[in-house]
């Protein structure tokens, strides 16, 4: 079943559609009128079928060109691994319409995962429902593949760079991605803009 925040009137979802769409164009300095519409997806059963493949219960949510699909709330709990709360419903929403931003701003560049999922983990407010690590160690091997560590530690790691060095440095970082085809040269971009 497809939800447009414009066409169907889940107040809820609007709102959330609303809140995203302002603190997403704040935080990247934009103003994307793009239509972000919001897919809702029935069940594992439906997730699987889209996807092409049976999925870990895990998944319960992705970003795909302009169109957000996530996993029914009225099924949240039964058909995935998550807990439920309305804020974290939210969260993972705006987590999504992060990924469509993000898209928009790094010229259509998806690598490195930590820095598409620590950012879209960071803007959404999921670190609140993460326990802080005590040191960063695994994310960074995750520039083409996203594992465990990315959801876990890039988030932090990105508000430690906003932070620490402002959030402009990090913008310019993702804006420095269109030039990037390798890890060797992310590296050479990332130390010229941190120092």
Do not use: C
């Not at 300095?29 to 029935?42: A, G, P, S, T, Y």
């Not at 419903?89 to 010229?107: D, P, Q, R, T």
């Not at 310019?172 to 010229?192: H, N, P, Q, W």
């Amino acid at each position: 079943m497809k939800i447009s925040s414009t066409e169907k009137k889940d107040e809820f979802i609007v709102k959330v559609h609303k809140e995203g769409m302002t603190r997403l164009n704040k935080f990247f300095k934009l103003n994307l009128k793009v239509k972000i519409d919001i897919l809702i997806v029935k069940d594992r059963k439906m997730i699987n079928l889209l996807m092409g493949r049976e999925t870990e219960k895990f998944i319960v949510a992705w970003a795909s060109n302009n169109s957000i699909f996530i996993l029914d709330r009225k099924n949240f709990i039964k058909e995935s691994s998550h807990k439920y709360s309305k804020e974290s419903y939210k969260a993972l929403i705006i987590h999504e319409m992060a990924h469509v931003h993000y898209n928009y701003f790094s010229g259509g560049k998806i690598n490195p995962k930590w820095l598409n999922e620590g950012i879209s983990t960071f803007v959404s407010g999921q670190n609140k429902f993460r326990k802080k690590p005590e040191k960063f160690s695994k994310f960074l091997k995750s520039y083409y593949i996203i594992g465990e560590s990315v959801y876990k530690e890039g988030g932090f790691f990105v508000e430690f760079l906003v932070n620490k060095f402002g959030k402009n440095k990090l913008l310019k970082l993702i804006k420095s991605l269109g030039g990037i085809d390798s890890e060797k040269k992310f590296k050479i971009i990332f130390k010229k803009i941190y120092g």
